[in-house]
């Protein structure tokens, strides 16, 4: 697969980007009109297209409920797929995604349902893991199980048997031959002994897709991408999601799970929107625009929720970095000033990540100062750098900020246990109000604070370890990725928790890979690359075009 190629060898897509009159999604039609694959490979034929009433059902879920302890998490859900469909799953954070789809990949049991996969009736207590991978229900995650210090190929046959030879011995060559077969057959960029650690992201979770896919009968699978670009920067996108529509033009029923509003309107054929554990609606994507889809998600028009820039005067300089370097960060300076946010754009390994590291104290420098309210902060370790009011939120919560087994509150109290000792007594009350009290500001869904960190939703889970962070009247937020894998209502709660720390005469520094996302939210930006600052953009020039041409402009460039 190649990402200046799009079409890749001249396969023919169903439903490529802009054939449908309104702009958006795949024009049903499109279904019938590709007759074969570059492979050779058939695919489905639909009579009058996936919306006609003989479109075939690739799955079908029916009054499917599950009830954890304090919560009821799938209420009465009807869903149904088709062949040859790219269908979106949309809805808040904690609205019963992922729990549909854990239940039917069989890792969740059901309190009650029925279930028709691949043309088979199932009741829900039928439903196992062994019964669902056998009739062909994929699930392909965010970051996929891949060893990254082996080859693709020895990571495509785990999932398999092993061709052995004459006495017990691995067959190498019929295992190299059969990862070519498959690399051909989804078109991807890679040799059968490349390392995955040495591939792209994107390219990665092809593999996981084509590994997923290797015993399937063409055109009979059901696959459920789970936020597959959530960790992609934007050049790598559209490679992954030609290989979406691809496995839709084989014939394949996608169930696609994503955030970014723009690939849904994009790709998909339906989108069936969810809230509180129940289907709320299913649109189809054709006549759908962002603002209806938004609404429908939230129950609140798009205008509500976008994210403001700051309306108050630049003040001092917080946060002054001078000739910088560390890791492959080099000589990096700039300013960022009271009341701004500052947003940092660049490519993967562009050193966006190890910037605020370094400012952190998490990575030492080489060579260069920082230094906060006009004083020295060199700090020599993080724990410095929270004393001084300096607040990380990093890219991975779960190994960076949250604590998985412990409850929502324990989160939340760990940073400030110090406020509630008064002489030899603890006051367990006081603390318990002011935990209720923060999950209510910064819109927390749980069902209390004493459930495991790890029963929320990615978005709720970003929401609690902002919120225990910004209690320490932090005066510099470092934000790397913070509405990654969050829905579009918990990152205008997020935008609205920074915002207040800048009103209130403190700054912050915010990583995206999402440049549209960046375009709309900071005041002012810098662009890295190759771990050189190469350009500023002024709040008067921040659109995602102008991001986009820096991000990728060709190193040489002059500085901007």
């Known amino acids: 697969m190649s990402s200046d190629h799009p079409d890749h060898g001249g396969v023919g897509w169903v439903g490529a980007v802009g054939t449908n009159p309104a702009g958006t999604g795949r024009s049903s039609s499109d279904v019938t009109a590709v007759d074969s694959v570059a492979d050779g490979s058939q695919h489905v034929h639909v009579p009058g297209g996936i919306d006609s009433p003989d479109a075939p059902v690739a799955l079908s879920v029916r009054a499917l409920r599950k009830v954890y302890p304090g919560t009821q998490a799938l209420k009465d859900v009807d869903l149904q797929v088709r062949y040859g469909e790219v269908h979106a799953l949309c809805g808040g954070n904690g609205c019963g995604k992922s729990t549909l789809i854990k239940i039917i990949s069989g890792v969740v049991g059901a309190d009650s349902g029925r279930f028709a996969i691949n043309g088979r009736e199932l009741d829900a207590a039928e439903l196992t893991p062994k019964t669902s991978f056998e009739l062909g229900f994929r699930v392909v995650h965010q970051d996929p199980p891949l060893y990254p210090d082996l080859t693709v190929a020895e990571n495509m046959m785990l999932g398999s048997s092993y061709p052995m030879t004459w006495p017990r011995r691995i067959a190498w060559s019929k295992v190299r031959r059969r990862a070519q077969e498959l690399l051909d057959r989804f078109h991807i960029q890679a040799t059968p002994d490349s390392l995955i650690e040495h591939l792209p992201v994107s390219v990665r979770t092809q ?24 960790a992609l920067p934007a050049a790598e996108v559209e490679l992954l999601l030609s290989t979406v529509r691809q496995l839709a033009a084989m014939g394949h029923a996608i169930v696609f799970v994503s955030h970014r509003l723009d690939e849904v309107l994009s790709i998909t054929d339906r989108v069936t929107v969810m809230r509180d554990g129940r289907v709320f609606k299913e649109h189809r994507t054709e006549t759908l625009t962002e603002a209806e889809l938004i609404e429908s998600i939230l129950g609140r028009r798009a205008e509500e929720i976008r994210a403001q820039r700051s309306t108050t005067a630049v003040g001092e300089p917080i946060l002054t970095v001078h ?18 946010v500052l947003g940092v754009a660049g490519l993967l390994g562009s050193g966006r990540t190890e910037l605020l590291s370094a400012i952190y104290g998490g990575l030492k420098k080489k060579a260069g100062e920082v230094r906060l309210r006009g004083r020295n902060a060199n700090f020599r370790g993080m724990d410095k750098a929270i004393e001084a009011g300096v607040v990380m939120i990093p890219e991975d919560r779960s190994r960076g ?40 500001r910064f819109a927390v ?14 978005g709720n889970q970003q929401k609690t370890i902002l919120a225990r962070w910004l209690r320490r009247d932090a005066s ?26 800048t009103a209130a005469g403190g700054a912050a520094v915010v990583v995206t890979s999402d440049l549209e996302e960046l375009a709309q939210f900071v005041d002012r930006a810098i662009v890295l690359r190759n771990g050189r600052l190469v350009a500023e953009v002024p709040c008067e020039e921040l659109t995602a075009h102008r991001l986009n041409q820096l991000v990728h402009m060709q190193s040489g460039t002059s500085h901007d």
């Open 207 to 230: 593999v996981a897709i084509a590994a997923a896919l290797q015993d399937v009968q063409e055109g009979r699978c059901i696959v459920a991408l789970d936020e597959p670009t959530a």
């Open 323 to 340: 000739s910088l370097s560390a890791g492959p960060v080099q000589d990096v300076t700039f300013d960022v000033h009271a009341g701004e």
């Open 401 to 440: 900020g949250a604590f998985l087994d412990m409850t929502v509150d324990e989160n939340l109290d760990i940073g400030v246990l110090g406020r509630y000792w008064r002489g030899l007594g603890f006051r367990r009350a006081q603390m318990r109000r002011d935990a209720d009290a923060l999950r209510a």
């Open 445 to 458: 869904k749980a069902p209390s604070g004493t459930v495991q960190m790890r029963a929320l939703s990615g």
């Open 476 to 501: 510099l937020l470092l934000l790397d990725e913070p509405s990654q894998g969050v829905d579009v209502g918990a990152r205008a709660d997020i935008y609205a928790a920074v915002r207040r720390v």
